[in-house]
């Protein structure tokens, strides 16, 4: 069996958005698992030496705006560039997405109705009513809400943060297949190629 993607991501960055769906259909047409696994940014950015938006240059936070309306053109993906609640804390989100998976079941839907709420629909993710709207939408169970605050799964979160820095992880979204790395949603092509 080929080895699977492993994919590091922010449930509220943009470029993991724009590069959820196309991971997850390159996983399909190659036949191999896709695991997710949410991160938190201060953990990548410490180890990787990136900042926080706000704290960066005007011209780097001028032009990530310039390419946030380039790659949603260039995808069909609509964006909402200033959404009402970004930055978020996304760590309820994040830790329900790990209970549904400890669980054993595909997380994927409820990955990317989360990462909507943020980008297209004004919603935040912080909140227990967005989270649990979404279980509810992608017909899970909002018991999995209250799991997210479980030791185990505040646990498995540590250990995606650790899994990222042993794998090198200092943006997202990364993937890794076998023992090489692709960083950014533009790198998918080389993840494609390197299933092939």
Same mark, same amino acid.
């Given at each position: 069996?080929?080895?699977?993607?492993?994919?590091?991501f922010?449930?509220?960055?943009?470029?993991?958005?724009?590069?959820?769906?196309?991971?997850?259909?390159?996983?399909?047409?190659?036949?191999?698992?896709?695991?997710?696994?949410?991160?938190?940014?201060?953990?990548?950015?410490?180890?990787?030496?990136?900042?926080?938006?706000?704290?960066?240059?005007?011209?780097?936070?001028?032009?990530?705006?310039?390419?946030?309306?380039?790659?949603?053109?260039?995808?069909?993906?609509?964006?909402?560039?200033?959404?009402?609640?970004?930055?978020?804390?996304?760590?309820?989100? *994040?830790?329900?997405?790990?209970?549904?998976?400890?669980?054993?079941?595909? *997380?994927?839907?409820?990955?990317?109705t989360?990462?909507?709420?943020?980008?297209?629909?004004?919603?935040?993710? *912080?909140?227990?009513?967005?989270?649990?709207?979404?279980?509810?939408?992608?017909?899970?169970?909002?018991?999995?809400?209250?799991?997210?605050?479980?030791? #185990?799964?505040?646990?498995?979160?540590? #250990?995606?943060?650790? #899994?990222?820095r042993?794998?090198?992880?200092?943006?997202?979204?990364?993937?890794?297949?076998?023992s090489?790395?692709?960083?950014?949603?533009?790198?998918?092509?080389?993840?494609?190629?390197?299933?092939?």
């Amino acid at each position: 069996m080929p080895d699977p993607i492993i994919h590091y991501f922010f449930v509220q960055s943009p470029w993991s958005f724009f590069g959820f769906r196309p991971a997850v259909e390159i996983a399909r047409k190659h036949g191999v698992g896709i695991i997710h696994k949410p991160c938190r940014a201060a953990d990548v950015w410490e180890h990787g030496g990136g900042v926080p938006l706000a704290k960066r240059p005007k011209a780097r936070q001028e032009y990530r705006m310039a390419e946030l309306k380039r790659w949603s053109a260039h995808l069909g993906i609509p964006i909402n560039l200033q959404p009402k609640f970004f930055p978020v804390d996304e760590t309820l989100a *994040a830790r329900t997405i790990i209970a549904v998976q400890d669980d054993g079941k595909d *997380a994927s839907a409820l990955i990317e109705t989360l990462m909507g709420d943020v980008w297209l629909h004004e919603r935040d993710i *912080a909140e227990p009513q967005t989270v649990r709207d979404a279980l509810i939408k992608c017909d899970l169970s909002a018991e999995y809400l209250e799991n997210a605050d479980l030791p #185990a799964i505040a646990g498995i979160y540590d #250990a995606n943060c650790q #899994a990222a820095r042993d794998h090198n992880i200092f943006g997202v979204p990364s993937y890794v297949v076998g023992s090489e790395l692709f960083w950014g949603q533009d790198r998918l092509d080389f993840v494609d190629r390197a299933l092939s």
